[in-house]
């Protein structure tokens, strides 16, 4: 083997396929036609928590609470639950809770917001973009973490990442509807086919793509590595704070209990 390009594209080759077996792997071991959306989802949670577990926690079909209950408003429990959810280990204080079957999770804590599915349909994608298009009505206490490491490329609010197994949407239709919902996601990423879809407005667009400042905004489409790429773009564009305090959803819960009792 000469050279750097040769020695990089090995290495790149070697992760890649390492993540990609993995999760190979576990799609396999977990598959069960009855319930093959809600493995799906334990997959990603189980592959991502292989490489930010010890900042990052998982969860499953999860409610997000915002700290003015919002969220209450405009989606509902039952329905509404988003396939994966991460949050930052260091949240202050530090609780979920399941109430029958719906998780809550304070969206204070949220780091990134994941939709899940087997297949990419144009039906599907525009479901998955509607909802997590939702987070943006949604309030978030901008105290709520003292930044201790960042870079530059960092957002300033969780992720939102569409994960699909495999796709019968055509490029340039899924180009279309990206750009039509600019707002509502930053990582499309297709397992089976190996390609990752970045929004041209966060970091990794420019470190990878190296794209211009005419292309910011629009859908890049990247080539091989889909799951590193995910990965490293999850890294670059997350705020790593000592603490992220999520009080202020638990004093509005208290509120409207006080505001009903006798």
């Given amino acids: 083997m000469n050279g750097k390009k040769e020695l ?13 077996c993995e999760f190979e792997r576990l799609r ?39 700290k003015d209950l919002i969220a ?12 994966v959810v991460s949050t930052y280990r260091c949240a202050v204080p530090k609780i979920v809770q399941k109430v029958g079957t719906t998780l809550y999770v304070p969206y204070d804590a949220v780091a990134a917001v994941f939709e899940v599915k087997q297949t ?7 479901q998955d973009l509607d909802k997590l298009g939702l987070l943006s009505r949604l309030p978030m206490d901008a105290e709520r973490a003292q930044v201790i490491a960042a870079k530059n490329e960092a957002v300033n609010r969780p992720l939102r990442i569409l994960i699909y197994y495999e796709s019968i949407v055509a490029h340039t239709t899924l180009k279309e509807i990206l750009i039509a919902n600019p707002t509502s996601w930053d990582i499309v990423v297709v397992v089976k086919d190996d390609f990752t879809v970045v ?4 970091g990794l667009a420019t470190l990878i793509a190296g794209i211009k400042d005419e292309e910011k905004g629009l859908p890049v489409f990247l080539k091989g ?25 638990f004093l509005k819960l208290m509120e409207q209990q006080r505001s009903q009792s006798p």
Avoid: C
């Avoid at 209450?72 to 396939?83: A, C, G, N, W």
């Avoid at 929004?199 to 966060?202: C, E, F, Q, R, Y």
């Fill in 8 to 20: 990089a594209e090995a290495i790149l080759e070697g992760i890649s396929t390492t993540i990609r």
């Fill in 28 to 66: 396999i071991q977990n598959f069960n036609t009855n319930t093959k959306g809600y493995e799906y989802e334990k997959v990603v949670a189980t592959v991502l928590s292989e490489y930010f577990g010890g900042t990052l926690e998982f969860h499953i079909r999860s409610f997000i609470l915002d």
């Fill in 72 to 83: 209450l408003e405009i989606m509902k429990p039952s329905q509404d639950e988003f396939d």
């Fill in 120 to 126: 990419m349909t144009i039906e599907k994608l525009k």
């Fill in 199 to 202: 929004n041209g407005t966060i």
């Fill in 225 to 249: 590595n889909s799951l590193l790429n995910m990965i490293v773009g999850i890294t670059i564009s997350l705020k790593y704070p000592l603490t992220v305090h999520t009080t202020e959803v």
